[in-house]
């Protein structure tokens, strides 16, 4: 078999198996023979010429099918690619662009875990149905599972785009309504969540509250980022994509000092080593620490709230504290109006003392006579 529209069958220099090659997309393929029932590769002998003529032939047939029928066709090439290769593609497009961050990385590393070594063809819209079950089940939000499946949906279709796949599975999107947190914390609170969080994670929180900042934009913080009175966050770790840079004032002056005395690590030698890193366990990034915060939550009375519940309670309090919300903004950095809205959260009580001003100032103003709000 030798002609182009036929294929041929043929015996690598140097490999006891048959091989086939024919040509898909006006591209030659190469690939070992199989045994039609077993799959098992064919050794190069005249008797297993026939069965690799006939695995050749499905090829064939399976070509003709997608140009018939619209039946996609599964090159060698495609069928090698893993998941893994999606996820190198993806990271190496999000660098290109500047995309590529801590946050994007916290969520990649889960998928490379379950899925990496899974080959690209494997991982069908019913996989992914049962992968997003799993996740549901032990208990992430719709919104996490999402920035999951949506990095992934990401990797597939730049990899049709590089012509590396044809065929991606269906992910569906769950939805988002009624997913907006409320929670915030009052200080008290907050003080006794604090107590019950393993040391290295206190400063770590305290920050958190004080500055409103995401917890991958304060874990991404390293020496080399704090200046004289002033912390710098690169523009890669922040959510906005520009740089920002928070005076060292108060609290936070006290943090980053305490971080700074904890600087030295002791080696497995006793010898002492510095680590990069503003807030560190034992010297290397925190990482995931929901159960040690939900742990801490619970113990102090305030169970379901999350770390990211620090950011609207940092929102809330600089509004409540005077700070105009282009200042706050800066703060927290927050891109948009309604976001930090939305974030700025106002207890009943700031609203009875807002009511309360305002009747009084129009009264002032007008001579009226106002009835004083009682707190029943």
Request: glycine residues 8%; aromatic residues 10%; contains cysteine.
């Amino acid at each position: 078999m030798n002609t182009r529209g036929q294929g041929r069958v043929f015996q690598q220099k140097g490999s006891p198996y048959w091989y086939v090659a024919y040509y898909a997309n006006g591209e030659e393929q190469r690939e070992s023979a199989k045994h039609i029932r077993t799959g098992l590769k064919l050794q190069a002998t005249e008797k297993n010429r026939h069965e690799a003529e006939r695995y050749l032939k499905g090829r064939l047939h399976d070509i003709a099918a997608e140009q018939r029928h619209g039946i996609t066709f599964v090159g060698p090439q495609q069928q090698r690619l893993r998941i893994s290769d999606l996820l190198d593609g993806l990271e190496q497009d999000y660098k290109l662009r500047d995309k590529w961050s801590v946050k994007v990385s916290s969520v990649v590393k889960p998928l490379r875990e379950h899925f990496g070594t899974w080959r690209a063809v494997e991982v069908t819209s019913e996989v992914i149905g049962r992968y997003i079950e799993g996740l549901r089940a032990d208990e992430y939000s719709n919104a996490s599972v999402n920035r999951r499946t949506q990095l992934l949906g990401q990797a597939f279709k730049l990899a049709v785009r590089n012509k590396q796949f044809t065929n991606p599975p269906f992910i569906p999107r769950l939805s988002e309504v009624g997913n907006e947190r409320q929670g915030f914390f009052e200080t008290a609170d907050f003080e006794s969540v604090v107590e019950h969080l393993p040391e290295y994670l206190r400063d770590f929180s305290r920050f958190g509250f004080v500055t409103g900042w995401r917890k991958g934009s304060i874990e991404s913080l390293r020496w080399s980022d704090v200046g004289d009175g002033v912390v710098y966050l690169r523009a890669e770790n922040s959510k906005t994509r520009k740089a920002e840079t928070l005076p060292l004032e108060g609290e936070l002056r006290d943090i980053v000092e305490r971080c700074r005395a904890a600087q030295a690590i002791e080696d497995e030698n006793g010898g002492k080593r510095f680590t990069k890193y503003v807030f560190h366990r034992d010297g290397e990034p925190i990482g995931d620490f929901r159960k040690a915060w939900a742990t801490a939550c619970k113990k102090a009375g305030v169970p379901n709230r999350l770390f990211h519940d620090l950011r609207r309670t940092a929102s809330r309090n600089l509004i409540a504290a005077g700070v105009p919300q282009a200042v706050a903004m800066k703060i927290t950095g927050h891109r948009t109006d309604s976001m930090f809205r939305r974030y700025a959260i106002v207890n009943e009580e700031q609203k009875r003392e807002a009511l309360a001003k305002t009747q009084q100032h129009i009264a002032a103003a007008a001579g009226r006579k106002v009835v004083a709000m009682g707190k029943g």
